[in-house]
Structure formats: structure tokens, C-alpha cells
């Protein structure tokens, strides 16, 4: 009996440990984090956003925004705060700054360069299939 007492103390405290981070009492603060939320990346999983990821990290750096949030921060006081701690690749959306151009701009550069080994190579079996007729 005192097994089975025992057990389910350590079910429903192991429960409550996992839930879900509380929300804000005032849906406007709650609103702000979750569209915080939606802007900034999850670290572990990179492609997704905090919002979208079930990471622990992500877990903890929601109830970190949400933290901030009731402290009185606003909006660009929170993602300054987790720029300066995890560097801009926590945003979505980098800024275009000159230590993001390579960020921004280097998939358009293998699109063009890939695109002009095709054009050349397109080229050149041409003119040889027209040598051959």
C-alpha cells in the first residue's frame, strides 16, 4: 500500500515537472510572447522556431521570454537580451548587416554559378552535336 502511495506521489510530481511552461495571465503579455516566440530561433533544432520546437532549451528560453516579459522588458529589450547571449543566429530573420551579407546573399551566388555551369555545359554539348551532323 505504501509502494503504490509512494509511486503515485512520484507520477503526479514528475508530471507537473514536465508540463508546459505557465502562461501569462495578461493575454496582451502572453500575446507578445508567443509572437517573441515565433521570431526566434530554436538552437537545437535550428530550422524550427521556439514556438514550434518541443527542444528543452526551447522549453527554457520560452519561460526565459515570458520571465522578461512579466519583469516589464519590451519586445526589442527581450531579443536584444538573447542576441547579446546567443549571437543573431537566434533570429529568424537576421539583419542585413555586413557580417550577415554571406548569410543573405550566398545562396543567390550558387544559384548564379550553378546556373552558368549549366548554360556552359549546355552550350558546348550543343556545338558538339552540331560539329557531328
Known sequence: MIARLTAAIVLLLSASA???PEKLSDP???A???ALQKQLRCLVCQGESLDESS??????????IRERISAGDS???VKHYLVLRYGEFILMKPPLEKDTYLLWFAP???VAAGSL???????HAYRRLRREA
Open 18 to 20: 514536465l508540463a508546459a
Open 28 to 30: 496582451k503579455q502572453e
Open 32 to 34: 507578445r510572447a508567443a
Open 55 to 64: 527542444a528543452p532549451l526551447a522549453g527554457d528560453l520560452r519561460a526565459l
Open 75 to 77: 519586445d526589442a529589450a
Open 108 to 110: 543567390l551566388v550558387l
Open 117 to 123: 555551369v549549366l548554360t556552359g555545359t549546355a552550350w
